[in-house]
């Protein structure tokens, strides 16, 4: 892997899971300047059993972490490990203050067996301020490689643009191509045969290509854009590729992506349905998506 430039500082939450750890390993992919190792001791969670198995756990824990960090450490970067007590979704976040990327697992267990991972990279990523990088426990991850690509979900908005400087970053970064998508959907034809239309005239009163045209319409609007957003990239020297789907967003996206790819989308920051930028969309990606998912914080 070629480096054009280095992160300064990633951090990686650890609770001694597989999926943690697979985590861990593929953040020392990605060329830094160090990585922090996080630790977050929860009150809940503790168990005191006789024989004093609890504090044997604890220090096999810490022993295996400080392994870790032993193992991972090269002459051009650290991995210094890190231990706070408290809420894990709260101490993630600010310790992600000092940072500049947080990776870590949508799920993962606890040494008690409680879930942690879950709606705790759901907190990270609504209430953070941070950059994240989200894994799904799979192939790639048990053996992770580096991204071959850089994917960009568009979707014609100024929130989800702000994507494309996140990508262009991790493209210079792993020196790997930058893919802009964008599906042309319904709504996007609809809007166009609306425009077509003739004011007083029901649609089949009219052309019997007025389908045909107003499709033509939307997608020769969304080569236009993604031409603007690829012109840029490539004005900062990165291989562009400019991709239209056609169809439900989530579907092809998820038709179009490889394992080996790094999608990269913007977030709102808010809560329920609205807490991602392009709605229902990025959650199914999320959940479903054979690849890792940057998440980036775009305003609320």
Not at 32 to 47: F, K, W, Y
Not at 77 to 106: H, N, Q
Not at 188 to 213: C, F, I, N, W
Request: with cysteine.
């Amino acid at each position: 892997m070629t480096e054009i430039f280095r992160m300064r500082r990633i951090l990686v939450p650890y609770d001694g899971s597989d999926a943690s750890e697979a985590a861990f390993v593929y953040a020392t992919q990605i060329p830094c300047d160090e990585i922090v190792l996080l630790h977050v001791d929860v009150a809940d969670e503790l168990i005191v059993p006789e024989w004093g198995e609890a504090d044997e756990d604890e220090v096999s824990l810490h022993a295996v972490m400080e392994r870790l960090a032993k193992r991972f450490t090269t002459d051009r970067r650290t991995v210094r490990v890190e231990y706070r007590a408290g809420d894990v979704a709260d101490e993630v976040i600010k310790a992600g203050v000092d940072v500049d990327l947080i990776v870590m697992m949508t799920h993962g267990r606890g040494t008690a067996g409680r879930v942690l991972f879950g709606s705790v990279a759901d907190r990270v990523v609504r209430h953070g301020e941070t950059p994240t990088l989200l894994l799904r426990m799979g192939d790639l991850t048990r053996e992770p490689e580096a991204p071959k690509r850089v994917v960009v979900a568009l979707d014609g908005s100024e929130l989800a643009e702000r994507a494309v400087l996140v990508a262009e970053a991790v493209g210079r970064l792993l020196n790997v191509p930058v893919v802009l998508m964008r599906a042309v959907t319904f709504d996007d034809v609809q809007r166009h045969m609306r425009a077509l239309r003739e004011p007083g005239k029901a649609p089949y009163e009219q052309s019997s290509t007025l389908h045909e045209d107003a499709k033509r319409a939307a997608i020769k609007e969304a080569s236009a854009y993604l031409g603007h957003q690829a012109k840029e990239l490539q004005s900062a020297g990165l291989e562009v590729e400019e991709r239209i789907l056609d169809g439900s967003p989530a579907f092809v996206l998820l038709w179009e992506l490889a394992p080996d790819d790094l999608l990269v989308m913007t977030t709102r920051g808010q809560g329920g349905f609205k807490r991602w930028s392009i709605g229902s969309v990025a959650e199914k990606l999320v959940r479903e998506a054979p690849c890792p998912i940057l998440l980036q914080r775009g305003g609320k």
